[in-house]
Structures are given as C-alpha cells and as structure tokens.
C-alpha cells in the first residue's frame, strides 16, 4: 500500500501563490504515475496537473494552464504543485494521487490511490 499526504494549502488573497506538496510513503517501490486534481462540494473532481513517473511527460486542465506548475523528486517521494496568480475560482480541495503505470492520466477512474487533501482557498 502507498499513502499519500498533501501540504500547503491555505488561505491567500487573489493573485498571490502557494505551492503544494504530496509525500508518498509505504510501498513506493513502484513507478508510478502522479496527478493533481481538485473538487469544489457538489462538483466532479476536476483534473489539474499530471506528470509520468520520468517527468518527461506533463499534462495541465486548461483553466491551470500558464499559472500552475508541477514537479516531482523521486529521491524524496513527493510531487510538488507551484500554483501562481490564483484566483477565486482556484478554491477547492486538492487531492493527489497516484496509479500503477509509469504515465500519468486525466481521468480520475484510473488512478490507484489518493491522499486526503488540503484545502486551498483563494480570497478577491
């Protein structure tokens, strides 16, 4: 089994950044591909960011593009999100997860494990 844990979010004013973090423990022997999506109460998971296991491959959700930026250190297990000019429409839960497949994917369904989130919050 593989946990994930994000950090990093929070409250800030429209405009500014936050960076996000997702530490993988347990079972990490795999190669796995990394996703970052978000949720809004009511809403579907909504994809924000993928990224395959060699970080050669990086896809965005087109309302990200330009502001969010991922990353990832396999030496330390954790995939990052440097998430710049926010806005209000930024503010969801931010989850991240992981699948048993070297790339990352979109589509929610074909991810294997997730973290619990961290609520980022975006004020006007």
């Known amino acids: 089994q593989v946990q994930l844990v994000e950090s990093g979010g929070g409250l800030v004013q429209a405009g500014g950044s936050l960076r996000l973090s997702c530490a993988a423990s347990?079972?990490?022997?795999?190669?796995?591909?990394m996703g970052w999506f978000r949720q809004v109460l009511g809403k579907e998971r909504e994809f924000v960011a993928g990224i395959d296991w060699s970080g050669t491959n990086i896809y965005y959700g087109d309302t990200v593009k330009g502001r969010f930026i991922v990353s990832r250190d396999n030496s330390k297990n954790t995939m990052y999100l440097q998430m710049n000019n926010l806005k209000p429409e930024d503010t969801a839960m931010y989850y991240c997860a992981g699948r048993a497949s070297f790339i990352a994917s979109v589509i929610p369904q074909r991810y294997d494990y997730w973290g619990q989130g961290t609520q980022v919050t975006v004020s006007s």
């Open positions: 347990g079972r990490t022997g795999s190669r796995p591909g």
